[in-house]
């Protein structure tokens, strides 16, 4: 689509991984995309005060994009900015003094004057909407993309014994010790559970504690087909998050014919639909029940394979992209 002013996106931010991903994904199917030529890095405090500077000088009649959270201090009316979630708001203890000022004095700002604010998902565009006092209707839900290596004719990665798998970064939120506490109510010796990326403290210190040494293994950081293969042979995802502004890791398990077991709140409702288990993530009985139900009932595996087949469907970039350019056209009509 060509439109009559130059597009500038935010290049900064591509990578493999969360923003990246979603940036790369944006950025690399959009020709009327020109890159941002600034050489810093884009989440560090001081950039708003780069970029702003960058902008008026290079970009003034520019529309300017960015797939994170970094908004410039002027020029508002031809920016569009992206939220995925209010994390550092949201959950204390990943917050800090320096993150609620940022987010409260710039970021906040910011999504009282763009015309446009692009999102991930309902529940984080109503709490972009409550945090910042705007109206809704200036913000774009576009939803998020699974990857093409996540799909159901991977390979299943082969384990000695039947596996659930925990997919995460070890942060707080992320609840995986509520996993692990889960799994040792079971008393299964039949299965065992696979952790991807490295070990932590906390985790550890548990696992020592409880003998789970031979039933709980980390395994390293995965490339996407090697995840992707991991999801197929696992028994279940377990993924009991506290907070999450859009859950990735229960779409692409579902895209893998995985059945998920994840937490009834915030967007994990609304990402997994009907095709998954939803469980309170602070009750490590009911974590435990799903863990069982998936191990002892066959027909509700095979029904969470297929809604999950169907869920996953809903989240492809092409979907994504298709709602960006139509944000993109809003901003020009404005």
Same mark, same amino acid.
């Given at each position: 689509? /060509? ?13 493999? $991984? ?5 940036? =790369? ?33 290079? $970009? ?5 994009? &960015? %797939? ?10 031809? &920016?569009?900015? &992206?939220?995925? !979630? ?6 204390? $203890?990943?917050?800090? *003094? ?74 707080? $939120? ?53 995840? @992707? ?5 696992? @028994? ?10 859009? +859950?990735? %890791? ?11 077991? &994840? ?9 997994? +639909? ?8 602070? /009750? ?16 509700? =595996? ?12 809903? *989240? ?5 992209? @298709?709602?960006?350019? !139509? ?8």
């Amino acid at each position: 689509m /060509n439109y009559s002013r130059k597009i500038i996106f935010d290049a900064r931010w591509l990578g493999p $991984h969360g923003i990246g991903r979603f940036a =790369k994904e944006i950025y690399d199917n959009n020709e009327s995309f020109k890159p941002l030529k600034l050489r810093s890095n884009p989440a560090s405090p001081l950039d708003p005060f780069k970029l702003s500077l960058y902008l008026a000088f290079n $970009h003034k009649n520019d529309i300017f994009l &960015t %797939p994170g959270y970094n908004p410039p201090l002027f020029n508002f009316k031809k &920016t569009i900015i &992206t939220v995925h !979630d209010l994390n550092h708001i949201d959950v204390e $203890h990943n917050s800090s *003094y320096l993150k609620k000022i940022y987010y409260n004095l710039i970021l906040k700002r910011a999504c009282k004057k763009v015309p446009i604010i692009l999102t991930v998902s309902e529940f984080t565009k109503q709490r972009i909407v409550e945090w910042a006092n705007i109206k809704p209707t200036k913000v774009y839900v576009v939803g998020n993309g699974v990857s093409k290596e996540f799909n159901r004719d991977v390979k299943p990665f082969i384990y000695s014994k039947p596996y659930f798998l925990i997919v995460g970064n070890r942060k707080k $939120h992320k609840n995986e010790i509520s996993s692990l506490k889960a799994f040792k109510l079971l008393k299964n010796d039949e299965y065992k559970v696979l952790i991807t990326g490295s070990a932590s403290p906390e985790l550890m210190d548990y696992i020592n504690n409880e003998s789970l040494n031979d039933n709980v293994h980390f395994i390293g950081p995965q490339t996407d087909s090697e995840l @992707a293969s991991l999801y197929k042979g696992a @028994a279940a995802l377990v993924f009991p998050s506290l907070y999450e502004g859009f +859950g990735l %890791p229960v779409v692409e398990a579902m895209s893998c014919g995985t059945p998920v077991i &994840t937490s009834n709140v915030s967007s994990l409702p609304e990402i997994s +639909g009907d095709a998954a288990i939803l469980v309170n993530p602070l /009750n490590i009985n009911e974590i435990a029940s799903a863990m069982n139900s998936i191990i002892n009932d066959n027909s509700l =595996k095979s029904e969470l394979i297929e809604k999950g087949y169907k869920v996953s469907k809903h *989240y492809n970039w092409d979907i994504v992209r @298709a709602k960006v350019k !139509d944000a993109i056209t809003k901003m020009h009509n404005k």
